[in-house]
């Protein structure tokens, strides 16, 4: 497996930490997400990683020549949503994971094989305006995705493509630009787009598993949460994040 790290994010609603740096290299509990995603990919065995860069990329200075990294500048960052970071690399996804750049994991969560479909990871979040839910059929099979209020299973940021599917995203991705609008989407449209022409699945992972941070404050909750738990926890299933069930749309595992 190869991964992809989207990390051009300007971070604005954590300034002024982002200031002088990009919302990847924000410390959360004394580690940046950035190295902590690093430091999960190597532990999952994934060696070969495409770090996307933009705001502030200067930053990222002292990885530069780390073996197994390679970065690629999106000048775009500022007037163009992921869906150009993407369609920068958009010839490496196959048997990839990608992560976007300001996730926070419990350790374990990245797969160190291959799942056996592709997919997107799941969590759980309430009170929640304007996420992506996913909604799925009795067989676990993403088969849409809305953009909703309430309580129910979003995507977190993480999510893995064969190869096969990876090449048929890369094909919608040299297509986009053709797209009304297409510079202010979001990179997971392009999956979300393609549902009936390949099987995705939602992976869920546990509440306290994953975390995204869009304000101060989300970051002051998270590192008292931290502290409180002795620090980051290791997921219950680590190689292998229980799949979606067919209860994800009902009781509490729905909308």
Known sequence: MN????????????????????KSLVEIAGESFFSRQLRLLAAAGIESVTVVTGYKAEAFGPWKNRRGLEFVHNDRFSDRNNIWSMYLVRERLGDTVVLDGDLFLADGIIPERPPEASGWYVGWRKDMRGEWVVRTDEAGRVRRIDVA????????????WTKEDGRLLASLLGEAPAWPDWERLYWDEIPRRALDRMEARAYRIDDEAWAEIDGLEDKIELEARLASDGGPRTASNPNAPRLHDPELDSGRHGT
């Open 149 to 160: 209020d309430g309580s129910g299973w979003t995507l977190t940021g993480l999510s893995y």
């Open 3 to 22: 991964a992809i790290v989207l990390a051009a994010g300007m971070g604005t609603r954590l300034r002024p930490l982002t200031d002088d740096r990009p």
